[in-house]
Structure formats: structure tokens, C-alpha cells
């Protein structure tokens, strides 16, 4: 039988908060999405403002990250023609981001879970999606 860790509600809010805090204080309105250790949503929210696209976007950046225990933007390199690893961005049916903003949750090491931001720059996206790990970390 196997043992899942898996983040609860009250521990999404809280990667929420980390987030949104951070978006407040450099002026950026985004989407944020986390999900449990299958990619599957457990909490979003879209601060006022906030992008349509980066709805979906946010939401896959965390599918990303949970499914393949690494940040997103690890696999933006690999996904630019010529690489070996270009196409990636077409699995699990177009829903693999190769875009920064998605980082996993891990905890004893073990991915509980993901975040993914999505509104700003890739890099103020990464800044408010490590800005939430470190709100639940920290916690």
C-alpha cells in the first residue's frame, strides 16, 4: 500500500497568500494555481486584473511542475527547436509548460504538490510562485 502526502486546502491558501503578496508589491496582477502531487487543482484564485489566458496558464504551470517534480522553467531550454527535448511542450495534451512560473512543493522530500503563476514576465511569475513555497515553508 502506498503512503501520498498530499497539500491540504488550508496549506494551498497559504501558498496562495505567499504569492499574492508578493504580486501586491511589485504591481502585478496575476493567476494563482495549486494543485496536489497529480497536477490536479486544489485552490486558484485570480487577483483583480489578472490576465484571462494566465487563468489556464497558471493552472498548467502547476500540472508541470507536479507531474514532473521540477520548475517549469528547467524545461524552457530543452523546449526550442533543435533541442533533443523540443515537442515536450505538447504532452499531456498541450498542458506541459515549458514557461517559468511553476515550481513543486516538496516536503521530506517528496512533491506534495505545485504552484503556478501566471500574469507578469516569466521571471515576476517565478518571483511570486517562490515567493509562495517560501510562504508555506516558512509557516
Known amino acids: 500500500m502506498l503512503n501520498v502526502k498530499r497539500l491540504s486546502l488550508e496549506e494551498a491558501d497559504i501558498l496562495i497568500r505567499g504569492a499574492w503578496a508578493k504580486a501586491q508589491g511589485i504591481g502585478v496582477p496575476m493567476c494563482i494555481a495549486v494543485t496536489d ?6 485552490a486558484f484564485k485570480r487577483m483583480d486584473g489578472g490576465k484571462q ?13 507536479a507531474i514532473s517534480k521540477k520548475p517549469t522553467a528547467d524545461y ?14 505538447q504532452a499531456a495534451s498541450g498542458r506541459f509548460s515549458t514557461v517559468g512560473g511553476g515550481v513543486p512543493v516538496v516536503v521530506d522530500g517528496d512533491v ?16 511570486c510562485a517562490d515567493a509562495g513555497v517560501s ?4 509557516a
Do not use: R
Open 37 to 42: 502531487e497529480a497536477g490536479y487543482l486544489i
Open 53 to 65: 489566458l494566465s487563468t489556464t496558464l497558471s493552472q498548467d504551470k502547476a500540472f508541470t511542475a
Open 76 to 89: 524552457n531550454v530543452s523546449g526550442v527547436p533543435g533541442s533533443l527535448g523540443f515537442g515536450i511542450q
Open 112 to 127: 506534495v504538490g505545485a504552484i503556478g503563476v501566471s500574469g507578469g514576465a516569466p521571471e515576476q511569475d517565478m518571483a
Open 135 to 138: 510562504a508555506f515553508l516558512n
